[in-house]
């Protein structure tokens, strides 16, 4: 039987500003990636998001980003290595607090927007991050976007990596993302078929037609498409008929 992490990007809102259906999608996930505060997220935010994964028994991982929340962490920011860790601690740390207090504990880490694209760029960058998380918790897992990042944290000594695939995004024959400008309702049989295609085979068709290598062992679902409870829920009735098992990242590594 397959076994599979679904994680998903939650806890974006911040103040009176909604992003995301947090409350609709937890159910259907097994791992929630929660803002720290930086991208998106405020305090209560935070507090409201742990609460909701700890009562649909979700893993929480914080999912970092640049101090740039006017331009929700997409923006590029110059800063060096050590700079970058220390604004990955300062958020797990913070989210660590709000876990506690649920009696719960943060699972792993996922940076997001351009501090993604920096780590995946800069070896330099993506290993300070990866030891900075593992001076707090080594028992925190890396949840690795692409196969720079994936490859770097695999000569972190000491550091549990997992590789994460996407089914709501097309890619391209290199295995990058074709990421469109505006969220548009995805087909949910489409992307319940890529589902099934990564988790039991490890592959999935570009949008040029080839098959491609993904050997993903968590799949994010975008929770702010239009659409993301019908694509979790096509999923969910495919993983019933082929018999794939939903399991925390813990479970997998």
């Not at 009696?103 to 694209?117: D, I, N």
């Not at 000594?157 to 590789?163: E, S």
């Not at 068709?205 to 968590?218: C, K, Q, W």
Request: charged share 25%; glycine share 8%; net charge negative.
């Amino acid at each position: 039987m397959a076994a599979i992490d679904i994680n998903c990007d939650m806890g974006e809102s911040f103040g009176n500003w909604q992003m995301g259906n947090d409350e609709a999608v937890m159910p259907y996930i097994t791992s929630a990636n929660i803002a720290g505060g930086y991208h998106a997220g405020d305090p209560h935010i935070m507090r409201e998001t742990v609460e909701l994964a700890a009562e649909h028994d979700v893993g929480i991982g914080v999912h970092p980003g640049l101090p740039d929340k006017m331009g929700f962490g997409r923006r590029k920011i110059d800063a060096s290595p050590e700079e970058v860790r220390d604004y990955v601690v300062y958020q797990l740390g913070a989210l660590t607090a709000f876990a506690r207090r649920h009696g719960a504990t943060v699972q792993h880490v996922k940076p997001h927007g351009a501090m993604y694209s920096m780590l995946s760029e800069s070896p330099e960058h993506a290993r300070a991050v990866m030891e900075g998380m593992l001076e707090v918790d080594d028992d925190l897992i890396y949840l690795a976007t692409d196969m720079n990042i994936y490859e770097v944290a695999q000569d972190v000594d000491g550091l549990r990596a997992v590789f994460e695939g996407y089914v709501d995004l097309d890619y391209r024959a290199d295995r990058s993302l074709i990421v469109e400008q505006t969220l548009e309702d995805r087909d949910p049989e489409l992307v319940a078929d890529r589902f099934v295609s990564i988790a039991t085979e490890g592959v999935v068709e570009a949008a040029n037609g080839e098959e491609i290598s993904i050997p993903a062992d968590s799949i994010c679902i975008h929770g702010d498409n239009p659409n993301a409870v019908a694509v979790l829920e096509a999923i969910h009735d495919r993983v019933e008929k082929h018999e794939i098992d939903l399991v925390s990242l813990p479970e997998i590594v």
